[in-house]
Structure formats: C-alpha cells, structure tokens
C-alpha cells in the first residue's frame, strides 16, 4: 500500500557530509512517526533519528549534535542531513514510517536501503 524509495547514500571521508532523502507514496502529514534506521554487517538494525507527527525528534546518542532529520509535506519526502561523519557511520540506512489505525494503509512500512561508506 506504501513504498518508501531512499536515495543519497554514498561514499565519503571522515569529516563529511551527506544527505538522505525518503520519498514516500502516501501523504507524510498522516504519519505517526517517519524515521532512520542503519545496519553494519553483523549488527542489529538500529535507530538513528526520528520525527513524531507533531514534530518532536529524537536522535541515538551516537549522532547528536551531527544528524538532522526533516520533512518536507509537499513533496511526500523526509530527510537525514547527516555532518561530521565517522567510519564508524558506516552502515545501510532504512527509512521507516508508520501510519495511524484510522487508514486503510496503515501500518509500519520500511524502505529497501542505501548504503553510506566512510572511509579514506
């Protein structure tokens, strides 16, 4: 019912920036929550950064103070503004959202993923 395409992901140096972009099929202004996960190989998914329907984020203790994410409505997309970046960083990133009970296409849905190497 949904489908959620990442893009921006890359391969930059430590000290970098990058920008990921989530455009979503469904009107964003419905979701109860739209956030970034990663994964390093052998590691378990984790979060990196969310934003709540009323705008409240929340970001891992690991990129505070170097992620940000946002929204723009108008274009259905959602971003991961990501600076200072460690090769610690790298991972594939998913964009996730959730829509409320009140939808038909409610539910939590997941992107299929962008790489992002940091690396010399």
């Known amino acids: 019912q949904v489908q959620l395409v990442e893009s921006g992901g890359g391969l930059v140096q430590p000290g970098g920036s990058l920008r990921l972009s989530c455009a979503a099929s469904r009107n964003i202004l419905s979701i109860n929550v739209m956030g970034w996960y990663r994964q390093a190989p052998g590691k378990e998914r984790e979060p990196v950064a969310g934003?709540?329907?009323?705008?409240?984020?929340t970001y891992a203790d690991s990129v505070k103070g170097r992620f940000i994410i946002s929204r723009d409505n108008a274009k259905n997309t959602f971003y991961l503004e990501m600076n200072s970046l460690e090769p610690e960083d790298t991972a594939v990133y998913y964009c996730?959202?959730?829509?409320?009970?009140?939808?038909?296409?409610?539910?939590?849905?997941w992107g299929r993923g962008t790489q992002v190497t940091v690396s010399s």
């Open positions: 934003i709540s329907g009323t705008g409240i984020t």
């Open positions: 996730n959202v959730d829509f409320p009970a009140y939808l038909w296409y409610s539910g939590t849905y």
